[in-house]
Structures are given as C-alpha cells and as structure tokens.
C-alpha cells in the first residue's frame, strides 16, 4: 500500500518520533485494581518498548481488560487518584472498585474495542474523525479509510457496513490520531475466520507503517502468535508469561536461533492457559 | 373506489371485484395489495353519513348543522376575516406556548440525564407535574396570569414539557454507556459529547416526545381558549354555543383538526429528516 503522498513519515508521528525516544513507551508498577473487595489486578510491573506489538493472553475472567482500561484511562483513574468527571456521562465508572500503583502510557492512545462502536447516527468519514479538530482532519480521515480498503464510503452510515468493514473504520479511527499505544480489545473477536485473517493482515501492514505500541488483548492463541512480537500471559491478574516468539514463527515455521518453534510457543501457551492438548 | 351513491354506505365490504376468492389467511410478512386512498375510506364514510342523516332529517340541526351549512359557514367566516384573525391568535399562543414548552423540556432532560445533581433536583419534580392533569391548573394559573396572554402561553407550556422531558431522558439515560466510553477514548471535550453522541442519541426519543406534546399542545389550547378568552378558534366555538349555531361549531373543530393533521406532518417531516440515518437500520 503506497503511502499518501501528503502524508509522510513525519506528519504522522510528529516532531518527537515514538522510535526515537529511548524510554518504554508504556510503564506499569504495581498496578492494583479491585472491584467490590476482588483483586482483579495485583501489582503488574510492566514495560512495553515504543513499536512493540504485544499480545496479551488471559482466561476471561484474568483482569485482561481491566489492564487495557487502565491503560486506556478508561477507568476513572487519573495517576492513581479517582476522577469522576471525565467523559461526559461518566457511568462507566464502577462503584466499590479502588486502585494503586502507576501507569505511565503515551499521550496519544488509541482503542479498538471488540464492537466497532461506531455512532450510528454518523457518517462513516466523520465517525472516523471523532474528536479530531484542525482543517484537514478530514483529508486525514479519507486517508487513512483508503489504507483501511474503505475508500469511497466515507458518505455511508454505520448500518451498511458489514462486521469487518464497520472494524475496519474502528481500526481507522484509531489510527487516525497517530496513537504512539494502540490498545485493541479482542477487536476480531466477533469476526468469521475468514475476515479474521484478512483483518490480520491488514493490522500487521497497518502497524509496520505507523509503528505504534500495540497490546493486543486476545483469547485467540494463534492469533497471538500471528501478530505479535512478544506475548503475555496473565494469571490471577499477574503476568505469569512473559514470551518472545523469534522473527520466523510468525509465518509457520520453527524458527531457529534463541527463539523457541512456535508448535513447541502454542503448546506452552496452552498450558499456561490451562488447556491440555 | 367512489362512494357518492347513498346506498354504497351500507356496504362497508372491502372493494374488489367479486369472483375473485378472497384469501382469508396472507402469510405474515408478504406485502399486502394497497388500496388506493385506503385511509381515507373511514373519514369518506363517516362525512357521506352525516350528510346521508341530515338529508333525511334523521339529523336535527339543531343538534348538528348539515355538511352543506357548515360548508357555506366556513365560507363566510374566512371571507369576512373572522376565521383568520382567531386562528392566528390561536396559532400565536399554540407555538409560544410549544417552543417554551420544548425548549424547557429539552434543557431539563438534558440537565437531569447528564447529572447526577441535576437528575436528583429535576426529576422528582417533573415526574410530580407530570402527575397531575395539567387541566387542573387552570383555575390557579387564572389567579396568577389574569385571564391574558400569558396563562394560555403558559398552560401550553406546562402541558408540552413534560413529553419532551420524559421522552428525552428516557432515551438519554437509555443511551448505552460505551458511547461515553467512546468519548474518552477520542478525547471528546464536554460540548463535543453534548453535540456528537448526547444529542443525537437522544434525538429519537425528543421526537417521539415532540409528536405528543404538539397534540396536547392543542387540547390544551381548546380548554384554556374555552374558558376564558375573547379571541381564539376556541373562543369562537364558545360564542356560537351561547347562539346554538353548531355550524360555527363544526367549523372550529374542522379548523382544529387541520391544525393537529398539518402541525403532526410537519414534526413527522422534520423528524424523517433528522433521523435519516434510522432509516437504513430497517
């Protein structure tokens, strides 16, 4: 896919490139977060370098999308402290829940929830620029909907589009806002295979081009292995794996060196999870 | 199908020609044969029998005036301006009254589905107002307002707010939660939740609220123009009461009904039109 040419390298990751920067991109310690008395989060330290593509497995149940919230601030957390007040309505706030601990993540973050969350009531280019503001957010948005493949629907609503496509203007709408951490909640899960692998694809392109961080939360195990460069594995909310499939698994084969093959990563995987095979 | 003979009243049969067996079980779902102009059979039926009644001398009129009469009433009235000048004061006190009454609708649910103060102050009250039948007001709103402008513009008021209200916040508080969500995650300021996703979500349920009030908009106007005024289509009617004159009447409620029928197909016009994108939902 050939990039826009009013769109270069340097508009989409600004003066300071994520890459440059030496830092971890995203840096947990002691992350706690309880609900009602239940610790669902039990001080998590981690670090995600800048460009990284993380898959973050977990039973349901694990604390995997409490992590993404916090990580997200979509948890009424501010630097630890509650804060009530942002988002408008701020009902998703859950009563008797309590944390601690820090989470320092880029400014710029981005959210793919497993629905497409589209404003049915939107066009497609303008769900596309929510909350975007400057002259040429939508010359930006028609972009990045061509890298999506959804060039020309711009003008359609929300309703038509079939289940891949309406994720497709979800992924748009993420990356429209240059993320330096993309945060994607089982954004496949509600996808036939087939879209599932296309989708794949598409994200694996997507990220080589604007190399954001990405923590992929996932059930899917070959889905983990697919994408990313490095997988967790959370546990009674603590990471429990902390796992590197080497360059050459990700098509297929063993991958040789340090790295270990992926049959032998897919059976680890699994039992970390649990499942005997 | 024409009705015009005044033996085809008696028939109230679906039209069709016979020889064709009529299917009495359609499966559910396959489009059904339009009958040209089949909403209007009804209302054709029920004018062709006044007209039928008052011929024969079935029908008093002093009881109700024959069609031809109030016809030709109708004539004078408009002719003479008469007609004109209690409907635009009608109309002036209907509308006043309705954008107010809106407006405040509106801003309340705004307030009372966004915050949690605002809930706890505006809800309790309005679902209190809301309980009584706003007709019962009028005796004190006369004590208040005096027998002026104002106390229609107000009781129409009243009357129109609380289905915007309780429409609206319905919808609003109905509206799902991961839409705020969202909200966060794009980094949406306050006004811009208000105009993206509050409003818009909202929207469905202020037009439902909207269509209601224009209907009690108007009965509350006929009460209130009945009781005490000296203008108004409503005044009007009370007049020819006192002269039993059940043509000028008939006229009023003619008028009535036109304005119900014209203002509903405005807001129905208006809501098709911001509401587009529901259609594609179906």
């Not at chain 1, 896919?1 to 994520?18: I, N, R, S, W, Y």
């Not at chain 1, 709408?173 to 296309?198: C, H, K, N, S």
């Not at chain 1, 059930?219 to 009674?236: G, M, P, Q, Y």
């Not at chain 2, 004539?75 to 002036?92: I, P, Y």
Request: hydrophobic share 45%; glycine share 12%; aromatic share 4%.
């Amino acid at each position: 896919m050939a990039p826009h040419p009013g769109l270069t390298a340097d508009t989409f990751t600004g003066a300071d490139p994520v890459g440059a920067t030496d830092g971890p991109a995203v840096r947990l310690r002691g992350l706690t977060r309880s609900f009602g008395g239940r610790t669902v989060l039990d001080g998590v330290d981690l670090d995600l370098a800048p460009g990284e593509f993380t898959a973050l497995l977990g039973h349901s149940g694990s604390g995997k999308s409490t992590l993404l919230r916090a990580l997200g601030r979509l948890d009424g957390y501010e630097d630890g402290r509650r804060d009530g007040r942002r988002g408008g309505a701020g009902r998703g706030d859950t009563p008797g829940a309590t944390g601690s601990g820090t989470a320092d993540v880029p400014e710029r973050v981005s959210v793919v929830f497993q629905d497409a969350r589209l404003l049915p009531w939107e066009r497609v280019l303008e769900n596309v620029v929510l909350g975007l503001t400057g002259p040429d957010a939508g010359e930006t948005g028609r972009t990045v909907l061509a890298e999506v493949g959804l060039a020309g629907r711009e003008r359609d609503w929300p309703a038509v589009l079939s289940g891949g496509e309406a994720q497709r203007a979800a992924l748009a709408r993420a990356l429209v806002r240059q993320p330096e951490l993309l945060l994607l909640d089982e954004p496949f899960g509600a996808l036939d295979a087939l879209t599932r692998l296309r989708m794949h694809a598409l994200l694996r392109r997507l990220c080589a081009r604007y190399r954001p961080c990405v923590l992929l939360v996932t059930h899917d195990i070959d889905e983990a292995l697919a994408l990313a460069d490095r997988v967790l594995v959370l546990t009674d909310g603590r990471i429990s794996h902390d796992l590197r499939p080497s360059a050459g698994t990700a098509g297929g084969t063993a991958g040789g060196g340090h790295g270990k093959g992926r049959g032998e990563l897919r059976g680890e995987l699994l039992a970390a999870l649990g499942v005997e095979e | 199908m024409t009705v015009s003979t005044p033996s085809a009243p008696a028939r109230p049969r679906a039209p069709g020609r016979s020889g064709r067996p009529r299917r009495t079980h359609r499966p559910v779902g396959r489009p059904r044969r339009r009958i040209p102009f089949a909403r209007a059979l009804g209302p054709v039926l029920l004018l062709v029998l006044w007209w039928v009644a008052s011929a024969t001398g079935l029908l008093d009129p002093q009881t109700l005036a024959p069609p031809a009469d109030v016809a030709a009433t109708f004539g004078d009235l408009a002719r003479s301006g008469e007609l004109q000048e209690h409907l635009l004061v009608s109309l002036r006190r209907a509308a006043l009254g309705l954008g107010f009454g809106v407006a405040a609708g509106l801003l309340l649910a705004l307030a009372a589905g966004l915050s949690r103060i605002g809930e706890a102050l505006i809800d309790g009250t309005v679902q209190l107002v809301r309980s009584l039948p706003i007709l019962a007001l009028v005796p004190l709103a006369i004590i208040w307002f005096g027998i002026g402008e104002e106390v229609k513009v107000i009781l129409v008021a009243l009357g129109t707010l609380v289905p915007v209200y309780l429409n609206t916040h319905a919808a609003l508080t109905g509206l799902d939660p991961r839409y705020a969500e969202l909200a966060r995650t794009v980094d949406l300021t306050p006004a811009g939740f208000l105009r993206r996703i509050a409003l818009p979500g909202a929207a469905p349920g202020f037009f439902t609220g909207l269509r209601m009030s224009v209907t009690i908009s108007w009965l509350v106007l006929v009460v209130s123009e009945q009781i005490n005024a000296s203008s108004g289509i409503g005044y009007l009617m009370t007049q020819a009461r006192t002269f039993g004159r059940t043509d000028v009447i008939v006229v009023g409620l003619v008028v009535y009904g036109l304005l119900g029928l014209l203002s509903d197909t405005l807001v129905r016009l208006f809501e098709r039109r911001a509401l587009a994108w529901r259609r594609t939902l179906a």
